[in-house]
C-alpha cells in the first residue's frame, strides 16, 4: 500500500469528510478496526489471552523500534507521553545540576510534569520563541548550563507546526552535560525520526495521531548508555527485570530501557498500535514525509495567494505536516468548516490542519475554496 489514492479507501471516514485533523486523532482504518474486534473476540472466545497480549506489547516495542530505527533494548512502552516522562525525571537526582529547561512549545504535560519536580528541588528554565516564533537553538544554548540537568525541546509544536533543530540544540546541551528530551508526538508517523541522527537523548510519542492508533499507548526510546544510569522511582511491575517473578522484596529494574514501562500493558490499544503502525511502515514514513510535504507546500501556497497569516514557519525544514493558520474568530471558523464537513482544530487563536498519508490535493483545494468563502474569520 502507498500513499494518497492508493490507501484512501483504508479510512472510512473520507466517504462523508475532508479530514484534516490528524494532529488531534489520526483516522481510524478497517485495519485498526479488525485488530481491535479481534482482541474483543479472542476475549470473548477464550477469556484472557494473557500470553498473546504480552505479545502484542513486544509487537508494538519492535515496531516502534523498527520506525525510529533504532534497537528493541532501548524501547519503553509506554501508557502516555505523561507516564514516560513522569518515569524518566524521578530517575533524574537534581541535586547540583537541579535545572530543566523546556521550551515554550511543549505540550502541557511536559511543562507540568518539570515545574512538578519543584517539590524536590528543580528549577524550571523557560525559553522563548523569537519575535518571528521560531526558537533557534541559540536560545536553548543561552539557557543551558552545568546546572542543567534536563533540556525538553519538542521535535514539532503542536500548537504552532514549528518544528526544532533537535541536532543542533542536543550539541549545545551535551557540551553542558544534559541530557535532551524529545517530544516526537507531532512528528512520529509523518516525518523521519532516525535515533543514529536526531540527537536527542530520550524521544517519547505515542499512538493517537500520525501513528494511527488510539489513546492509552506511547513510547519512549532511552539512548544506550543513557538508560543504565538512569534509575526511575516511579515504576511498576512491567518495568522489573523479571516480570513474572511477583516478588515484593526488592526493586530490580529491566536492563534495558523497558525499566521505564509501567504495569498492566494497555491491552485495547496495542492490538489497534501494532496495526495503525503496519500501514505506516507499509506506506514508508520517508514516502509519507514526501507527500505530506508537497500537500502542505500546495497549502502554503494556497494560503499566501487568500492573504493568510501562516503561523507556521516558510522554510519546509522547519515545519511538518502541521499547518497553523491565523483567525479572527478560530472557534467560528473551525465551526463554518466542519458544517461543511472538513474537520479541522484549533489553538489559541490558530486554526490547526494538519496532512497525513490519507490525504490528497483535492482535501487541500477543497479546504482553501472553503477558506476562501469564510475570508471574513482569517487574520
Ligand atoms: C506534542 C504532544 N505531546 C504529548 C501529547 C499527549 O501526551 P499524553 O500521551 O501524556 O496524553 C500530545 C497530544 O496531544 C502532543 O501533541
Redesign the pocket.
Known amino acids: 500500500m502507498s500513499v494518497g489514492h492508493a490507501i484512501r479507501g483504508e479510512f472510512p471516514i473520507f466517504e462523508t469528510a475532508t479530514y484534516f485533523n490528524s494532529c488531534s486523532q489520526g483516522a481510524l482504518s478497517h485495519r485498526v478496526r479488525d485488530a481491535v474486534e479481534g482482541w474483543l473476540a479472542g476475549w470473548d472466545a477464550n477469556g484472557a489471552e494473557w500470553d498473546f497480549w504480552v505479545e502484542r506489547n513486544e509487537a508494538f516495542r519492535s515496531s516502534i523500534a523498527s520506525l525510529l530505527n533504532a534497537e528493541v533494548d532501548d524501547v519503553a512502552v509506554t501508557t ?3 507516564q514516560g516522562v513522569s518515569a524518566l525525571v524521578s530517575a533524574l537526582r537534581l541535586g547540583e545540576r537541579n535545572r530543566i529547561v523546556i521550551s515554550e512549545y511543549e ?1 502541557p ?1 511536559v511543562g507540568q510534569i518539570a515545574h512538578a519536580q519543584e517539590l524536590r528541588g528543580a528549577e524550571v528554565v523557560h525559553v522563548r520563541p523569537d519575535d518571528d516564533g521560531s526558537i533557534p537553538p541559540e536560545r536553548f544554548a543561552e539557557s543551558i548550563d552545568e546546572r542543567t540537568a534536563l533540556v525538553c525541546c ?1 521535535t514539532l509544536s ?1 500548537r504552532s507546526g514549528h518544528r526544532h533543530d533537535v541536532a543542533a540544540i542536543a550539541e549545545a546541551a551535551h557540551a553542558k552535560g544534559a541530557l535532551v528530551l524529545a ?1 516526537s ?2 512528528a512520529c508517523g509523518a516525518i523521519e525520526l532516525d535515533m543514529r541522527s536526531l540527537g536527542a537523548d530520550v524521544v517519547t510519542g ?1 499512538t ?1 495521531k500520525y501513528l494511527l492508533g488510539t489513546a492509552g499507548l ?1 513510547f519512549m526510546w532511552v539512548r544506550p548508555g543513557v538508560w543504565e544510569s538512569l534509575l526511575p522511582t516511579q515504576t511498576g511491575w512491567f518495568a522489573d527485570e523479571d516480570i513474572f517473578a511477583m516478588s515484593i522484596a526488592d526493586y530490580s529494574p529491566s536492563r534495558s530501557a523497558r525499566r521505564f514501562d509501567s504495569g498492566t500493558p494497555p491491552v485495547p490499544a496495542l492490538f489497534a498500535g501494532v496495526a495503525g503502525i503496519s500501514l505506516v511502515a507499509e506506506a514508508g514514513v520517508p514516502a509519507i514525509e514526501r507527500h505530506v510535504r508537497g500537500l502542505v507546500d500546495r497549502m502554503v501556497d494556497g494560503l499566501d495567494d487568500l492573504g493568510a497569516t501562516v503561523a507556521t514557519p516558510r522554510d519546509p525544514a522547519r515545519r511538518g505536516p502541521l499547518v497553523c493558520i491565523r483567525s479572527t474568530d478560530v472557534g467560528a471558523l473551525v465551526a463554518a468548516l466542519a458544517s461543511e464537513r472538513i474537520v479541522v482544530s484549533s489553538r489559541e487563536d490558530k486554526l490547526r490542519v494538519s496532512a497525513h498519508l490519507y490525504n490528497v490535493e483535492e482535501d487541500v483545494d477543497r479546504l482553501l475554496d472553503a477558506l476562501a468563502r469564510h475570508r471574513s474569520l482569517l487574520a
Open positions: 502516555s507521553v505523561s505540550f504535560t519538542t503542536y517530544d508526538y507531532q505515542g493517537v506511547g
